[in-house]
């Protein structure tokens, strides 16, 4: 007998599949998602591609450029599927982007966009992975949980 407890399907919407193990709530955190989206999560799921990943569902949202770049980087692992009538129409990994420019405060508070000049965020992946990425301005060097702080 099956005792397996499955996620059901969604009509329309996103599936950000192959996160990695625990990092679910990290990504709709940064996303912002709202009570007006019906949203599914399955937190440590058995993977046959990862021993365990995180898979979240959000049923009539489709992400935008920023948002799948705020989730690359949390989660550059994962593969985004978009659902139209119960069907995947488009199904892909996420890329790093070389350049992330108003998403990450810098960590240095002595940078110039943290002096309240209007100037935006700047960054550079210096490496994906382990993820490291260079603030244009400063040269400030942040990765792991001091990006995710910052987002």
């Known amino acids: 007998m099956d005792k397996t407890l499955k996620i059901s399907k969604i009509k329309d919407g996103t599936v950000i599949d192959h996160i990695a193990a625990g990092k679910a709530l990290k990504v709709l955190a940064i996303l912002g998602i709202d009570e007006s989206n019906s949203i599914s999560i ?32 949390i989660a550059n692992e994962a593969t985004i599927s978009i659902i139209k009538n119960y069907e995947i129409i488009e199904k892909f990994k996420l890329d790093m982007p070389q350049v992330f420019k108003g998403i990450v405060k810098c960590a240095n508070q002595n ?6 000049e209007p100037v935006k965020s700047e960054f550079m992946t210096v490496n994906a ?16 949980e001091e990006i995710i702080n910052n987002i």
């Open 42 to 73: 399955g937190i440590r799921v058995t993977s046959g591609k990862l021993a365990y990943k995180d898979v979240i569902k959000i049923e009539n949202k489709f992400l935008e450029k920023l948002e799948l770049d705020k989730i690359a980087l």
């Open 111 to 116: 940078c110039i966009t943290n002096a309240g």
């Open 129 to 144: 992975d382990p993820l490291t990425i260079k603030c244009v301005y400063c040269k400030k060097e942040m990765s792991g």
